[in-house]
């Protein structure tokens, strides 16, 4: 299974997500194929994406660019709106990748939503930091929104990517629970302030620095790439396969439960 890479580059933990998975699956003898790594940045354009490419490169992964920057700044000049310059700039993506036989496309850190004919061509995985049927959004508001209707747990899945934002078929996913033992003086702490000042308040005035709210990040996060990495080991083993834009799982049942597997990965750590 030939694996392509999509990501901005915009940050460290983009150069983080590809060597943690790159290493572990040298440390388990798992082969994965990671033929191309894509950068909607170029050379040049940032030292963040410069350092991805520039790793991805070292790591032997052949790089592909086509800076989105300079692409919506020149179709600006021509009035074209946001979503078809989307579809026409992926169009160019896809043609790129198409002749290197890629089975599946990793958003890792990819900033773009892919257009729906990518979506259609190609089994885009992304991985969301919520439990199937969770709330949708950025990883922030997800935490707010657990912490809004007191959830008793969370985690993460990797889903194929649609149309529709965060809610494509759910591939694999890991759960833990936020309630119980040590979690409940932070939820103690969380309801007197809610009940004192607000959910609003403690949002603007504390943010991320909130200590549940933190905390549950922290669970969540470190958890993130052994899931990308047990899905990918998956697909390597053949327990699942892409055909177009479809992931099948054989006699598996989808989707995958890899929270012992993922427990497993925090174990090795």
């Known amino acids: ?28 003898g798992v082969s994965l194929d990671i033929a191309a790594a894509f950068c909607d940045r170029d050379i040049g354009e940032a030292p963040e994406s410069d350092a991805f490419l520039s790793l991805a490169g070292g790591l032997g992964i052949r790089t ?23 579809d026409a700039y992926h169009e160019q993506v896809t043609e790129l990748l ?29 991985l969301h930091p919520a439990l199937p049927g969770g709330p949708t959004g950025t990883w ?12 008793t747990e969370t985690g993460a899945m990797m889903h194929l990517a649609t149309e529709e934002l965060d809610r494509g078929p759910v591939i694999a996913f890991f759960r833990f629970p936020i309630t119980g033992g040590a979690w ?22 504390e943010g991320e620095r ?4 933190a905390e549950v990040r922290r669970w969540g996060e470190v958890r993130e790439i052994p899931l990308l990495y047990q899905t990918l080991c998956q697909f390597s083993s053949g327990k699942l396969r892409a055909e177009g834009d479809s992931v099948l799982a054989g006699a598996a049942h989808m989707p995958l439960d890899l929270t012992c597997l993922v427990e497993a990965e925090m174990v090795k750590q």
């Open 1 to 28: 299974m030939r694996i392509g890479w999509m990501s901005t580059g915009r940050d460290q933990a983009a150069c983080n997500l590809l060597a943690d998975v790159v290493a572990r699956a040298r440390r388990d």
């Open 64 to 86: 592909i660019t086509l800076s989105s920057a300079a692409s919506w700044h020149a179709a600006k000049t021509t009035g074209v709106s946001r979503e078809v310059w989307r």
């Open 98 to 126: 198409r002749p290197l036989g890629l089975s599946v496309l990793v958003m890792a850190g990819y900033m773009l939503i892919a257009s729906a004919d990518m979506c259609r061509e190609h089994a885009l995985l992304n």
């Open 140 to 151: 922030q508001e997800v935490i707010w929104e657990l912490l809004d209707r007191e959830a």
């Open 184 to 205: 409940e003086p932070l939820w103690d702490q969380f309801r007197a302030k809610r009940s004192a000042r607000g959910l609003t308040a403690i949002m603007a005035e």
């Open 210 to 213: 909130e200590p549940l709210f």
